[in-house]
């Protein structure tokens, strides 16, 4: 069990540059993909009996470039072209311990601007993007997306396959190009980042992991496009929130809500770049756009002094402008949250009701959460321990069930005129 631990650390660590660099060598993103995973496989069938290499990530580098060479072979592609490729492997994998565990931003930069060619859809670009960047399952992708496990998968087979027909080259767009891709990769960088914000699955609900990639890649970007806002505006959004990692669970993983963090803990440094980030976004004298609006969020929270300080009416204004720009139910229900600070729980329950019958939202935890927790503040127990099972039920990772759960039995223990 702890062998297959391992390797599933593994895949979240190299996979995605595994994938780079193959699509690199071999030109073709879905052939990359698939031959990486197959690397795992092998992974997962030899070492419990062999035992980990001495050099993991080295291994499964030069185990995904032999089967992309003996994968050349099977399918007759001609002598001189597999030739040609193995020559082109060669050459570029003078040190494969070195390529498999040191960074290559340059190639997992161009597998995002691959993965967010304008021949596919928007959607296909995030969804592909989070599957080989992110290194996440089809299933995590999915919740992201809140669609159904089934249509995501296909929309993620029908991406490679439109790449690899369509002939796209591994390489960045130009110069020229930068401006019109952005807003799409920044889109996935800020999906990547809050699957580590927040994780959808899994035992861990903060994954820093995935959280440093995201920032890292925006980082990259900003250096690219120094008059674009909104890569600043997204750069600030992930440095404020990640300044709360140390604070956001507790010691046993379980999850600690803002209101409960110790403050004195957030991380000041990120605190303070996020800051900085956030005025070279509204500095260069453009319209806001929706990430720096949240980022604006954010700062708010972050130059608070203590939770009481925080000013909602000034969220609230923001919520509303970013309601405008990006409508989603999503940003209605933080927007509630905001406003049971503000107003108190009746005006925040209110603020909720329409979002019932929202279908996006069928399957998303957190309004029954929210709901729950407004309505024990009611009194009205019963009604929340409905919505708490509910979203018990929904929750994506063990330790947010627990606290739901935790929740409910409190609703049905105090009595209605205990809030």
């Known amino acids: 069990m702890e062998i297959r631990q391992s390797i599933e650390a593994l895949w979240r660590i190299e996979s995605p540059r595994i994938i780079a660099t193959l699509a690199r060598q071999i030109g073709d993103v879905g052939v990359a993909e698939d031959r990486t995973s197959e690397t795992f496989v092998a992974a997962l069938e030899q070492w419990p009996r062999d035992g980990i290499p001495p050099q993991p990530g080295a291994w499964l580098m030069s185990t995904a470039r032999h089967k992309a060479i003996d994968r050349a072979r099977r399918e007759e592609i001609g002598r001189h072209k597999t030739a040609l490729a193995g020559a082109d492997l060669d050459d570029r994998v003078p040190d494969i311990a070195k390529q498999a ?12 601007f691959i993965a967010c060619h ?24 999915a ?21 690899s ?20 990769v920044l889109e996935v960088v800020y999906l990547v980042f809050g699957e580590g914000y927040a994780a959808t699955s899994g ?19 900003a250096g690219l496009l120094p008059r674009e806002p909104e890569v600043f505006g997204l750069v600030a ?20 809500l803002l209101e409960h963090q110790d403050r004195t803990r957030w991380d000041r440094t990120l605190i303070t770049h996020g800051l900085a980030m956030l ?15 949240q980022a604006a969020i ?6 608070a002094a203590t939770f009481a300080d925080t000013d909602w009416s000034a969220i609230i204004a923001l919520y509303d402008a970013l309601a405008q720009l990006a409508p989603s139910p999503v940003v209605e229900l933080n927007r509630a949250v905001a406003l049971f600070y503000s107003d108190g729980p009746e005006a925040a329950l209110a603020a909720t009701d329409p979002l019932l019958e929202d279908r996006r939202l069928a399957r998303y935890h957190l309004l029954g959460a929210v709901r729950g927790d407004l309505l024990l503040r009611l009194g009205r127990n019963t009604e929340a321990a409905e919505e708490l099972e509910r979203a018990a039920e929904l929750a994506p990772t063990r330790h947010e069930r627990l606290l739901l759960l935790e929740r409910m039995s409190q609703a049905l223990a105090e009595p209605p005129s205990a809030r």
């Open 298 to 303: 954010a700062a708010y929270h972050a130059r």
């Open 279 to 293: 005025d070279r976004a509204t500095g260069l004298g453009r319209p806001l756009g929706p990430y720096t609006i």
């Open 143 to 163: 919740r992201a997306f809140l669609v159904p496990s089934a249509t995501l998968g296909q929309r993620i087979s029908r991406a490679k396959r439109t790449l």
């Open 101 to 112: 565990l040191d960074p290559i931003p340059d190639d997992l930069l161009t597998l995002i």
């Open 165 to 184: 027909e369509a002939k796209v080259p591994f390489e960045p767009p130009p110069a020229d190009q930068l401006p019109a891709r952005v807003s799409a």
């Open 203 to 221: 035992e861990t609900w903060v994954r820093r992991d995935l959280a440093r990639e995201a920032m890292r890649l925006g980082r990259i970007l």
């Open 237 to 256: 959004l992930m440095e404020l929130q990640a300044s709360r990692f140390s604070t956001r669970v507790d010691a046993n993983g379980a999850p600690v």
């Open 118 to 141: 304008p021949v596919l859809a928007p959607e296909s670009r995030v969804a592909l993007t989070l599957r080989l960047v992110g290194a996440l399952t089809t299933d995590e992708v």
